[in-house]
């Protein structure tokens, strides 16, 4: 089946830094792939979508200038947290497209301090 | 804009017993239907969808769930639950050049 990973599954930080987070396609092409952000005991909210070769389309509310997301390859798409504050703290999970379908990541959990 | 509901935001059912998870979805269509389970820190998991063709459909773990188009409904079942099925589920649904949308989630809890 479609596999998808994320790096790094955890991540400290400090407040003002900048965090990457990548998510692979291992072993099937994805020319979209999605990033989504879950708080404790809630549903998944859709960050922005990531299309390869072209900018990704953010959802209302999600700042692109903060949430800088690269869909550099078929096989990779990255999402960086710049200036984090404690706030953006969080669960953040991708997901790459086939057909119909969405395979999802394991999750980066994200930890400002 | 379509949206999906799950009623129940958090169930709890003795191991052995059965299961039903509930889901609604509000769209003048028929969307691709699906059902996810995501332990705590993990990913989520497909354990089945519906496309098209019998209206019951099997997946992993021994779920079953059932699309009802009268009830706009896509409801979960288990006939027997382990304590492993502890976990959140969600129901998804999916319309061709639109975005996944993600029901609440309901939190089962399994009793020993």
């Known amino acids: 089946g479609a596999v998808v990973s994320q790096h790094p599954s955890r991540v400290i930080c400090k407040s003002g830094t900048s965090v990457k987070i990548e998510c692979r396609s291992l072993?099937?092409?994805?020319?979209?792939m999605f990033w989504y952000r879950q708080f404790p005991k809630q549903s998944l909210m859709l960050m922005a979508t990531s299309n390869e070769g072209s900018k990704a389309t953010y959802e209302q509310g999600v700042e692109k200038d903060k949430f800088l997301i690269n869909h550099a390859s078929l096989t990779l798409s990255t999402l960086t947290v710049t200036s984090a504050h404690p706030e953006d703290s969080s669960f953040y999970i991708c997901?790459?497209?086939?057909?119909?379908?969405?395979?999802f990541g394991p999750g980066t959990r994200l930890t400002v301090t | 804009a379509q949206s999906v509901t799950q009623p129940d935001i958090h169930i709890t059912v003795s191991e052995g017993a059965s299961l039903e998870l509930r889901c609604n979805y509000s769209?003048?269509?028929?969307?691709?239907l699906f059902w996810y389970v995501q332990s705590p820190g993990q990913g989520l998991q497909l354990l089945l969808k519906?496309?098209?063709?019998?209206?019951l459909v099997q997946g992993i773990k021994g779920f079953e769930a059932e699309f009802k188009r009268s009830q706009s409904s896509f409801n979960l079942r288990k006939p027997s639950v382990h304590w492993s099925d502890a976990a959140e589920y969600f129901c998804?649904?999916?319309?061709?050049?639109?975005?996944?949308?993600f029901g609440p989630g309901t939190r089962l809890s399994v009793l020993p």
């Open positions: 998804a649904v999916y319309n061709y050049g639109q975005n996944f949308v």
């Open positions: 997901s790459a497209q086939v057909s119909y379908e969405q395979y």
């Open positions: 769209y003048g269509a028929t969307p691709y």
């Open positions: 072993d099937f092409q994805a020319t979209t």
């Open positions: 519906y496309f098209s063709g019998d209206t």
